[in-house]
């Protein structure tokens, strides 16, 4: 009997376990249309049609698994292909052609894009200058910052995925800093959505991530204010038949004198590797 109802308590807990076994990346199947390839960046920009249960129709840009898989694709081709999901990116992992879009679903795509992984403000050059208020409603400019390290993304609060990621990478990397090096960096999230994008829902936004704002500054604007920095750093802004935004994820690490020093494309950048970059940087600035 006991040998018994140990191999019925055996054979549950190996039911039970199977779920946390198969965790792992959700596949979703997604279609849109090529706007831009840059391999050496292992990113994608695609306008892509509506992903069910994942994110809506829009133009921006992935990490790409291999990028083998970018092989001879070109701008302008219609492409289905494999995404997946681990909560922290979202990741190509097989694309299959469908041939040249017509000659209006290019147009249509180029324009709904607002932008490109080549139009983004390059690395070595003076970051463009700009000054919002921040979600105290104070004024905040980057050159106030000038003197220290800056960390500079764009998001909006009603992101369906892309922001909240972003942003819980940089909160990572806030946590993760030394001492030493935190008392010299400034973490600035710009906002793409000004029309919605208040101080207050910037506040509450930054709140619910778990952001500590003692050194980051969430920046509203009016409408023209935030479309001269978004055209300035070329990341493009369009509004989405939803209200959604269309644009290049990407970051900015900005040196104490104002220079962009690097960037990083897409979501797959591990918090240590970041924080890592931003404490040299640091060291530079005080060597």
């Avoid at 940089?170 to 919605?196: C, G, I, N």
Wanted: proline share 6%; net charge negative; with cysteine.
């Amino acid at each position: 009997m006991m040998g018994r109802l140990a191999r019925i308590l055996f054979a549950a807990c190996l039911l039970l376990a199977a779920p946390a076994c198969e965790r792992g990346p959700r596949l979703y199947d997604a279609e849109g249309t090529v706007t831009e390839v840059r391999a050496d960046l292992r990113q994608l920009m695609i306008d892509h049609e509506d992903i069910p249960g994942l994110m809506p129709a829009m133009t921006m840009n992935f990490d790409v698994a291999d990028p083998a898989l970018l092989e001879g694709l070109a701008a302008g081709e219609h492409i289905h292909f494999k995404l997946a999901h681990d909560g922290d990116s979202y990741r190509i992992v097989e694309i299959s052609r469908r041939g040249v879009a017509g000659s209006a679903g290019v147009a249509g795509a180029a324009g709904r894009s607002g932008g490109g992984l080549s139009a983004v403000a390059p690395e070595a050059e003076p970051a463009p200058p700009f000054e919002l208020v921040d979600q105290d409603g104070a004024p905040r400019s980057l050159a106030s910052l000038r003197g220290k390290v800056v960390l500079l993304d764009f998001i909006y609060t009603q992101c369906p995925g892309p922001c909240p990621i972003l942003t819980g990478t940089h909160v990572r990397v806030q946590k993760v800093l030394p001492e030493a090096a935190r008392e010299r960096v400034w973490f600035v999230s710009v906002t793409l959505d000004p029309e919605r994008d208040t101080p207050e829902a910037l506040r509450s936004y930054a709140k619910a991530r778990g952001a500590q704002l003692d050194n980051w500054s969430f920046l509203a604007g009016s409408k023209p204010q935030i479309e001269e920095v978004l055209a300035r750093y070329g990341v493009g802004k369009m509004p989405g038949e939803g209200g959604e935004i269309q644009h290049v994820v990407v970051s900015f690490l900005i040196d104490a004198e104002g220079r962009i020093a690097k960037r990083y494309f897409g979501l797959e950048h591990h918090a240590d590797d970041l924080a890592r970059d931003v404490a040299a940087l640091v060291e530079d600035g005080v060597g």
